[in-house]
């Protein structure tokens, strides 16, 4: 009789949405890992002050960085940084709407909304993750919704009318759509990041990780993703680029940053926006 025996992958360098930093921090909060705080020394002053003050282990560090907003097609739709998002929605009936599929990440912007347009109660209900799918439904109106992180094979759509996305994804379609254009909302946006963590004192792995995240490195990593290197902003010959990094990094200190969730919470609103977005979902 042959023993099954369960697997443990291990590995040296891990990188990974900050949203779930707190839930995994037991793991990556090791006392045999190399300190990479000379790194965050470096960083955009800014960012290095609110790292430094989210208390992240001595290992880790961030990769890359971006943020949310809307990508329209300024042919189908106006739409300016403070107008609420169902004004959105109301001049993009029987238009298409893209919803990026990220459970933290819309569920963040949906409770945004809810709480914008009922704040009282919003306030009683600190438990809810997501508006009923009533008021979704009413959200959203007559709009076609559809909920992907592809966003390139529905901007060329003539009904193609906003997508709420991240920065970097929204900057590729920019270059070659010149219908488009991308806001930072001034409510709805926030930043958010990868980090990378080593979990294992070893002089190879620490020195591999002091080269992804070198200046140099994460310098190149930004010019050919369009997101944004914590050590501030880079010469780059987009023009569309270094326009809207340059927002970033002035607005920095006033946008919300997407915010860390347990285990369990996150399990919790994953299973809600699974059966949530097959109910609003327009089939086209």
Known sequence: ??????????????IYSDTVSSAIKSQI????SPDLRSIVDNYEKN????????????????????????????????????????????????????????????????????CAEIPVKCSKEKDVFFPSEKSLRSLVGKSKVSITNDVARLVDHPEFAFAYMWSGEALAKLDTHSSLSFIIHDQLSHVS???????????????????????????????????????GEIKSSNKNYEI???????????????????IKESHQISEEWQSLKIKIQTPF
């Open 47 to 114: 960012i290095k002050s609110k790292f430094l003050a989210e208390d992240y282990a001595k290992n880790t560090v961030i990769f890359q960085m971006s943020m949310t907003g809307i990508l329209f097609n300024n042919q189908n739709l106006r739409i300016l940084p403070s107008d609420p998002l169902r004004k959105a929605f109301q001049g993009s009936d029987g238009k298409i709407v893209v919803l990026l599929d990220d459970h933290v990440e819309i569920q963040t912007l949906l409770r945004k909304v809810d």
């Open 193 to 231: 990041m990868d980090l990378m963590s080593v979990l294992r004192k070893d002089p190879k792995a620490e020195c591999v990780a002091r080269e992804l995240g070198s200046r140099e490195f994460l310098e190149s990593v930004a010019r050919s993703t369009f997101y944004f290197s914590p050590y």
């Open 29 to 32: 909060s090791r006392s045999q």
């Open 1 to 14: 009789m042959q023993k099954n025996e369960k697997k443990e992958h291990r590995y040296d360098i891990i």
């Open 244 to 262: 809207l990094q340059h927002s970033f990094f002035s607005r920095l200190s006033d946008l919300d940053w997407i915010r860390k969730v347990s």
